[in-house]
């Protein structure tokens, strides 16, 4: 068992993570090994201390460059189930699961907002989990939801098992050719059923008669990752010592809230990491 689970790898998490490995603390950070798109494509910061014009770049070279030189490694795994276990975590992550004392959210600001039926039917033939819960789906008709590329390698992985995927990239030019695979550049807004999956409605008006719903994003919500999760306006609610209202729970960066900065973002990590510290002390 981990002392602690990181997830999200912007300045949050990077300040998370450097602080437990400098006090020699055991963890697993999952996030993107790009780290951060949103320093990515900043043009230039100029209220990061002692950087003055730096570019966004830059600066996710530097953080980069830091991980590395710490000996930190970031776990390129999508988080899709926290479940709060005696006493610690366990967080399933690409059908593997994961235990740790500890948990730390750095995930930033989801903007995605659930679908209509979305939360209602997780579990009961809505899965954010390809390899988790293709098999259920053998020889079936699905729907497949994707906001990025790199994830149409799950896509593939569904096709090889079910009769028919209606799939809806949310990008330009989708890579996934098959058979069994079509293409939809209409929306869903609406999932139904009883008491499992039935149909989903799309934006055009049609309604599609299926037995499953994929639904691959980037990021998922925090209160759909752990339902007892306490939030206000959208934002984690924590206290100075960046707890949530769960025990040995810590959130950081621009999942507490405005203002969206990066210092704020780092100073908030280093408290969660030395909140952790103490809490695994006194446990």
Avoid at 56 to 71: N, P, T, V
Avoid at 153 to 159: D, M, R, S
């Amino acid at each position: 068992m981990y002392d602690a689970i990181i997830i999200g790898s912007g300045p949050a998490g990077l300040s998370t993570a450097l602080n437990l490995q400098i006090h020699e603390k055991s963890f697993v950070w999952f996030g993107s090994r790009d780290m951060s798109d949103k320093i990515k494509k900043a043009q230039m910061i100029d209220n990061y201390p002692g950087l003055p014009g730096i570019g966004g770049q830059e600066l996710l070279s530097r953080f980069d460059e830091h991980r590395a030189r710490m000996g930190i490694t970031i776990t390129e795994k999508t988080v899709t189930n926290i479940m709060p276990v005696s006493g610690h975590y366990m967080v399933l992550a690409d059908n593997e699961m994961y235990e740790a004392k500890t948990l730390a959210l750095c995930m930033g600001v989801v903007n995605a907002k659930p679908l209509a039926g979305e939360e209602e039917f997780l579990g009961r033939g809505v899965s954010y989990c390809a390899t988790c819960d293709g098999n259920f789906y053998r020889g079936k008709k699905i729907a497949v939801y994707c906001n990025a590329a790199k994830y149409e390698h799950e896509v593939e992985f569904l096709a090889d098992l079910a009769e028919e995927v209606f799939f809806f990239p949310a990008y330009p030019k989708a890579g996934v050719q098959r058979e069994n695979v079509r293409v939809s550049t209409d929306y869903p807004v609406k999932i139904e059923g009883s008491l499992k999956v039935t149909t989903l409605t799309l934006r055009s008006g049609e309604v599609l008669a299926i037995d499953g719903f994929f639904i691959l994003r980037n990021a998922i919500a925090p209160t759909t990752l752990l339902k007892k999760l306490a939030v206000e306006d959208g934002h984690i609610v924590v206290n100075r010592r960046m707890e949530t209202n769960l025990p040995g729970c810590y959130a950081a960066g621009d999942c507490t809230g405005r203002p969206y900065q990066y210092a704020k973002a780092v100073g908030e990590g280093n408290v969660a990491a030395h909140s952790i510290i103490e809490y695994l002390d006194k446990k």
